[in-house]
């Protein structure tokens, strides 16, 4: 009997309860004839789950993988424990439009066999990195993840930056099996920078010589062990809190992991071809793509999906709507999409028009899903990385252009420092404020402290150019001195001072107008 039919078998005999995981695998899991392939997954966030972890799944009920998934946590607190608890099973639920017609599935993801919490159990962790059937790392820790912060090497604890702790597991996996080519592992970074795996490989070689580590691990680690560089593209808003209790009952189980996603995915990796043997996801017919230069799928996917959201997710939260859905009907709010969209995004993509335009377009459909909650204040999380990354760089081709820099996108620059206006509470979360109600601002701690520290500033000059200057100038938040670029700060000062002293409503109708 084949998977799908075991699946479907077995959800049905259930009566409304509690994910019996230990069941369904016993039940439903079909053997694969290929040999396992570990694989350590740092990331246990939504989007691994319902990305990377679905296509294994996938691959692996067509019988052309057997890839087995150890999840670690990549921070102190995470969902190690209740994934173990559901022994590593959870659904992935597909909603939304494939070529106007509304399409919906369920799947039960199998191939993840243990989770741990590396802060808790580092030994665990290095024996996965030492355990010659591990071959793939992937990873997604947020683009403020690959980043390098200098810290000790303890080998009896776990490091807390992640490149520090993939030097670590190198290291172990090195003195436990030697520096042969087929001891390498193949590192299939998630996080949304560009040259990903180039930049992690980077600060792993600092890692290495700060810690002194001997040159023939140096040698090991850049001969034989692969750096991808990769695009991920998948709108994931998580678990659906608000229809929770409908789809457990059409499902006939509990599933307090269920992840919802649009059916829309796209994997671009930059490497060999003898990798893409080794990972076969693009022979089950997934959107994988194995390429020699991923940068034109790069810089469409990250200007303008990234880029209309986390140019438009902080003005429209502010304007009281909450998620992309609400976003997108919402008549002035996407009326600022739709110009920031086509006016300053789409014309700045060195692309043929007819495709530029209906890229744009597409991406503009996937965010009108009507199956898909995709919460703004989620996707406020390191908005000041985000930014960096996704918009700036439009915002730079725009000035080269035009010799100024573009209304809506320094509009939503504005928004950005509107809505890091906070404090800090006696639980030492930064909070801002939406009307009479409170959000918690998430990004680095050391980003919030600068945010904290220009807002006090304000507070007792009320001078907005000022502020501005402030913020546009810290090469701490944004790797250089923003004031450099011409007429961004005037752009982003002026609709500022409107959304303090009248809100974020008539300062886009201003824009607009």
């Known amino acids: 009997m084949c998977l799908a039919t075991c699946v479907e078998t077995f959800v049905t005999s259930l009566n409304r309860r509690l994910f019996d995981s230990q069941k369904f695998r016993a039940e439903a899991a079909t053997p694969s004839p290929k040999p396992p392939v570990g694989i350590?997954?740092?990331?246990?966030?939504n989007f691994l789950r319902a990305?990377?972890?679905w296509m294994i799944d996938v691959t692996n009920g067509q019988g052309l993988f057997n890839g087995r998934v150890t999840i670690a946590q990549p921070l102190d607190r995470g969902l190690a424990d209740k994934l173990r608890a559901q022994d590593g099973l959870y659904t992935v639920l597909l909603r939304g439009l494939q070529g106007g017609k509304v399409v919906e599935s369920r799947r039960i993801v199998s191939c993840v066999d243990d989770a741990l919490n590396p802060y808790a159990d580092w030994a665990a962790m290095l024996a996965?990195?030492?355990?010659?059937?591990?071959?793939?790392?992937i990873s997604n820790t947020t683009e403020a993840g690959i980043a390098y912060v200098e810290e000790a090497l303890d080998e009896a604890r776990c490091p807390q930056g992640f490149p520090a702790k993939v030097a670590a597991l190198l290291l172990h996996r090195f003195k436990t099996l030697g520096g042969s080519a087929a001891t390498g592992l193949v590192f299939l970074p998630c996080e949304l920078i560009e040259a990903n795996g180039s930049n992690l490989r980077q600060i792993v070689l600092k890692h290495a010589q700060d810690w002194k580590l001997p040159t023939e691990f140096v040698a090991w680690v850049q001969e034989h062990n692969h750096f991808c560089n990769t695009l991920v593209d998948r709108i994931v808003p998580g678990f659906p809190a608000g229809e929770a209790d409908a789809q457990f009952a059409e499902q006939g189980y509990d599933d307090p992991l269920m992840v919802?996603?649009?059916?829309?995915?796209?994997?671009?990796?930059?490497?060999?071809?003898?990798?893409?043997?080794?990972?076969p996801l693009h022979k089950a017919g997934l959107d994988v793509i194995w390429t020699d230069d991923l940068q034109p799928y790069r810089t469409r996917k990250v200007r303008v999906l990234n880029g209309a959201h986390t140019a438009s997710a902080l003005a429209a939260y502010l304007a009281s709507l909450d998620t992309v859905l609400e976003m997108t009907s919402d008549a002035e709010v996407s009326a600022y999409l739709q110009k920031l969209m086509f006016d300053e995004i789409v014309p700045c993509l060195d692309l043929p028009d007819a495709?530029?335009?209906?890229?744009?377009?597409?991406?503009?459909?996937?965010?009108?899903?009507?199956?898909?909650?995709?919460?703004?204040?989620?996707?406020?999380?390191?908005?000041?990385?985000?930014?960096?990354?996704?918009v700036l760089p439009t915002v730079k081709d725009h000035v080269r252009e035009h010799g100024q820099a573009p209304a809506a996108l320094a509009f939503s620059l504005a928004a950005l420092l509107a809505f890091y206006r906070g404090r800090f509470d006696e639980r030492g979360d930064y909070v801002g404020a939406r009307g009479d109600k409170s959000y918690v601002i998430r990004d680095n701690p050391d980003v919030l402290g600068v945010w904290a520290e220009a807002w006090r500033s304000w507070e007792q000059d009320q001078d907005t150019a000022a502020l501005v200057g402030r913020v546009l100038g810290d090469v701490r938040l944004w790797g250089e001195d923003l004031k450099a670029v011409p007429g961004l700060a005037d752009k982003v000062a002026q609709p500022l001072e409107t959304i303090l002293r009248e809100g974020m409503r008539p300062a886009l109708r201003a824009l607009l107008a």
């Open 260 to 279: 919802a996603a649009e059916p829309f995915h796209l994997w671009v990796i930059e490497g060999p071809s003898a990798l893409a043997e080794e990972f």
């Open 40 to 45: 350590l997954q740092i990331g246990d966030g």
């Open 51 to 53: 990305f990377a972890d």
């Open 128 to 137: 996965k990195a030492a355990d010659p059937a591990t071959r793939f790392v």
């Open 355 to 390: 495709e530029r335009m209906g890229y744009a377009r597409t991406i503009m459909e996937r965010f009108a899903n009507p199956h898909i909650r995709h919460e703004l204040i989620s996707i406020s999380l390191n908005s000041v990385s985000k930014w960096q990354v996704r």
